[in-house]
């Protein structure tokens, strides 16, 4: 099946310090979506990605579709306390009704 | 707007029992449903989806099951918990005219004791 490899697993940053994380496939995405979870909720969508090479924004969150379009990463500047979560990135490589594939999530720690 | 709700929120259950878990969605017709299932600090694991009405995707052989009795009712159904049913279980829609984006419900967290 398809795989979608997260990295990092966790990061504990300082607050204002920016972030990165990002997730590579095996095969070739249509879609990425980035998802934020907080503790005890569902995840949350932060941006969504439909075109190779898109870069999108989000208030202090940006992301990018790879140009292979089999990686995607996600930055967060000058990041705060209420950043932290578990940070997930989603794909899906057709359009229809395939389900996306979830990579295994970031958890980011912020250290006032 | 399109809003989701899954309950109950929290639930302990002993081993052997029955369990059932109930989503709806409102504002949108005929969605993409899924049921997910988040093991403590893990990664989201897809169990079921479904297109339409008595259309039950299966991605993981297991002990639980899943029904959808009407458009925007979707039902995750055991009828003997194990210990390691424990986990915190989504459900979440997708637009039909594309599987692309999912939106997830508030969670359930069971506990098998």
């Known amino acids: 099946g398809q795989q979608l490899n997260q990295s990092p697993q966790s990061m504990f940053i300082q607050e204002g310090e920016d972030v990165s994380m990002n997730c590579t496939s095996s095969?070739?995405?249509?879609?990425w979506l980035w998802y934020k979870q907080e503790p005890g909720e569902g995840p949350v969508l932060l941006i969504a990605l439909y075109k190779a090479g898109e870069l999108t924004s989000n208030g202090r969150l940006t992301a990018q579709f790879g140009i292979t379009r089999k990686d995607s990463f996600l930055n967060i500047s000058a990041s705060i306390p209420s950043d932290v979560g578990i940070y997930f990135c989603?794909?899906?490589?057709?359009?229809?009704?395939?389900?996306?594939?979830f990579g295994k999530g970031t958890r980011l720690s912020v250290i006032a | 707007s399109q809003t989701i709700h899954q309950w109950p929120a929290t639930l302990v259950q002993p081993v052997g029992s029955p369990l059932s878990l109930e989503c709806t969605v409102e504002?949108?017709?005929?969605?993409?449903l899924y049921w997910y299932r988040q093991a403590a600090g893990r990664g989201l694991q897809l169990l079921f989806y479904s297109v339409g009405i008595g259309q039950i995707s299966s991605e993981v052989p297991q002990n639980l099951s899943a029904s959808r009795p009407q458009d925007r009712q979707f039902i995750l159904s055991s009828k003997k918990l194990l210990l390691s049913d424990s986990g915190f279980y989504l459900c979440?829609?997708?637009?039909?005219?594309?599987?692309?984006?999912?939106?997830f419900g508030e969670g359930s967290w069971l506990t098998v004791v």
């Open positions: 504002g949108t017709s005929n969605p993409n």
């Open positions: 979440a829609w997708s637009p039909v005219s594309s599987g692309n984006t999912i939106y």
């Open positions: 095969s070739i995405f249509n879609t």
């Open positions: 989603a794909g899906q490589n057709r359009s229809g009704n395939t389900p996306l594939v």
